[in-house]
């Protein structure tokens, strides 16, 4: 699946990547595909450490000051979460004050195609769509989920990513080596 390395072209070519990519950061749930990897691509990226399973709950970060991380980076790692709002808070706690969160959950229709629980991925505790009603029991609205956090946070961006999704055909496309069947959102701390 690689979603990590999917999202590279495209951001390494968008200016405000290297803004949100500046620093020191951490990557929650690089595991296997991490974004410090790529920071030879990204010139105002120091380091980019990563946080997996062996390292702890990435729910609550525990061990992890407050005010650490100059951006905190997150990829299909929030839908793993009991509580998304609590691990949200806490991957908000860790940033610094002006520094970026950049996060990429799956969008419910184009990854679960709208079957619950998720086909692809049984670990998968909540599914994700922008805003509007939703037939799936887990789901969140990025919308009312973010817009509760905006005493903290400026959302400076929600966009799904379609580009390479082909709505005519079926099946887990994160498979192959370009659908991302995603949102991504960031936000920017106060």
Known sequence: MRELTKSIVRRMHDPAFHRYFSGIG???????????QYVHLFPTMII???????????????GMSD?????????????????????IVNWIRILKPGGHLVCVVPDE??????????VYNSDHKHSFRIAGSSTMPKSIKLVEFLDALTL??????????RETFNAHIGGDQTLGPIAECAIEFVLLKR
């Open 109 to 118: 229709t184009m990854y679960e195609h709208m079957q619950w629980p998720s």
């Open 48 to 62: 980019c450490d990563t946080w997996d399973k062996n390292h702890g709950d990435a729910q609550y970060m525990q």
């Open 152 to 161: 903290r946070v400026d959302v400076l961006t929600i966009r799904l990513l």
């Open 26 to 36: 951490i990557d929650i749930g690089g595991g296997p595909d991490p974004l410090g």
């Open 67 to 87: 005010d650490r991380y100059q951006f905190v980076h997150s990829s299909h790692t929030l839908e793993h979460m009991d509580n998304p709002a609590i691990a």
